[in-house]
């Protein structure tokens, strides 16, 4: 049964700085993952897809990495701003022909001012 | 292109009520999900629809809970008797190529 893991639970950084947002995964046969930032009493919204044949995606200051061999992917936020300040939750998809998104619990990230 | 969008946004109801939520997927979005979060949890899977095949309803907590979708459009998650810990952020997602999108959610609160 897959499982996804991510740490930490809640970051709280000075803006400007550098982070790193870990998601971990049991069952290394996914077909995809997607990482998604979901603001407070909002829905989740759609980061970066990460096919199971790619490394990484970059989108802006964010920078996405998959290594499927050891279960893990990371979120990468150059330069944080206090707008980034939000829940981010990665999903992974999986095996090709299955349906189900299974999500992690989320990192809570505060960018102080 | 407009994206997912769910009604009623926040929805208020007694003890024993039912309530209908409601999901207009992204056009020409063959995949359609619902989950739920309680407040401060994770995503829980409900119900997931696929084109005209059978939907996956092994999310569905109890009998008390119904969706349907009308071919690949609208869907309408139905909560009959309602409790108070059905009280939560209902979500809806579309997808077309396995890459998600989300609506606002629909916040029921059960009195």
């Known amino acids: 049964k897959q499982e996804v893991t991510q740490i930490p639970a809640a970051l709280s950084v000075p803006e400007g700085e550098n982070l790193v947002l870990n998601c971990s995964f049991t069952?290394?046969?996914?077909?995809?993952l997607q990482w998604f930032r979901q603001d407070p009493g909002k829905g989740l919204t759609s980061l970066l897809l990460?096919?199971?044949?790619?490394r990484e995606q970059t989108s802006g200051r964010l920078n996405a990495s998959l290594d499927k061999s050891s279960g893990r992917s990371t979120l990468y936020i150059a330069a944080s701003q206090p707008g980034d300040s939000a829940t981010y939750l990665c999903?992974?998809?999986?095996?090709?022909?299955?349906?189900?998104?299974?999500f992690g619990t989320g990192t809570r990230l505060k960018v102080l001012a | 292109g407009a994206g997912v969008s769910q009604s009623p946004s926040n929805k208020v109801t007694e003890k024993g009520k039912d309530v209908e939520l409601r999901c207009d997927p992204i056009?020409?979005?063959?995949?359609l999900y619902w989950y739920r979060q309680r407040l401060g949890q994770g995503l829980e899977f409900l119900i997931y629809?696929?084109?005209?095949?059978?939907?996956?309803k092994s999310g569905l907590p109890s009998d008390r809970f119904s969706a349907e979708r009308t071919g690949e459009s609208v869907s309408t998650l139905t909560i009959q008797r309602t409790q108070q810990e059905d009280s939560a952020v209902y979500l809806c997602?579309?997808?077309?190529?396995?890459?998600?999108?989300f609506g606002p959610g629909t916040r029921l609160t059960v009195l």
């Open positions: 999903a992974v998809i999986g095996p090709s022909g299955t349906y189900k998104y299974i």
């Open positions: 629809f696929q084109g005209n095949s059978a939907p996956d």
């Open positions: 069952d290394s046969a996914i077909y995809n």
């Open positions: 990460i096919q199971s044949s790619q």
């Open positions: 056009s020409g979005h063959t995949a």
């Open positions: 997602a579309s997808s077309s190529t396995n890459e998600q999108f």
